[in-house]
């Protein structure tokens, strides 16, 4: 598997461009401002995009899907209950100070069935908390458990997402890490939004959210 990742000011948000070595077939993970560069990692690599998968739509995550869609002329995908978002990224440009274009159309909403590329599958879980319609990609070979998860904004290296946005909610963001992420393996490896990657097993020992969320948990 080839895996590259890309972040640039102000967000540094992370990019990501996802390839099966044997048949550079490949995905790109939320195309930002770093767009240039992660177009600049799919022709290093030779790599055919067949599809632009968008963990959720706020504004750092999305503002490359426009420059990416004419360069790839692949598909976008998202949830959709983070289209309210995507369809007012103007907006969520302007609330933060920043300029941002209108993106096209969003192609597909996640229907929680598997997405193939080569010889892998991406398959979809829909992990809300940090908005409406954060999802985690967890990608592997098609007859294996995915052992890589791009999870957005949800979890990060000891941390999690911030859950004070529009449609954001702590409890449901909490439910979305322990139940549906922790399910996932604690030697899965996890690629965060922002920052260093880090593992289930790591975040479920150590992250101090976490750890005091489960400690409470157990309490009540
Ligand atoms: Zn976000
Ligand atoms: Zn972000």
Same mark, same amino acid.
């Given at each position: ?39 600049g990692?799919v ?11 968008l ?25 959709r ?19 941002v ?13 598997p ?18 319609? +954060?999802?985690?990609?967890? =990608?592997?070979? *098609?007859?294996?458990? #995915?052992?890589?998860?791009?999870? /957005? $904004? ?12 529009? +449609?954001?909610?702590?409890? =449901?963001?909490? *439910?979305?890490?322990? #139940?549906?992420?922790?399910?996932? /393996? $604690? ?9 260093a ?23 009540s």
């Open positions: 598997m080839i895996l590259e990742v890309r972040a640039v000011a102000p967000f540094y948000k992370n990019g990501f461009v996802v390839a099966c070595s044997r048949t550079k077939e490949a995905i790109v993970i939320d195309p930002g401002d770093e767009i240039d560069e992660i177009l990692a022709r290093d690599h030779d790599v055919q995009v067949q599809h632009i998968l963990t959720h739509a706020h504004l750092d995550h999305v503002s490359g899907v426009d420059t990416a869609k004419a360069a790839l002329d692949a598909p976008v995908y998202l949830h209950d983070d289209l309210p978002l995507y369809e007012h990224v103007v907006e969520q440009g302007a609330m933060f100070g920043f300029k274009r209108p993106q096209p159309p969003v192609d597909v909403f996640y229907d929680m069935t997405i193939y590329f080569g010889d892998y599958a991406v398959r979809v879980h829909h992990t809300p908390g940090h908005c409406p319609g +954060g999802v985690c990609l967890q =990608v592997g070979k *098609k007859d294996e458990d #995915g052992k890589h998860l791009f999870v /957005g $904004d949800t979890l990060f290296a000891g941390g999690i997402g911030r859950t004070d946005l529009p +449609g954001g909610n702590y409890g =449901v963001l909490m *439910k979305s890490i322990t #139940g549906v992420l922790f399910a996932l /393996g $604690d030697d899965a490896v996890v690629h965060p939004g922002h920052g990657d880090t593992t289930i097993g790591r975040e479920r020992a150590s992250n101090p959210f976490v750890v005091e969320y489960l400690t409470g948990q157990n309490r």
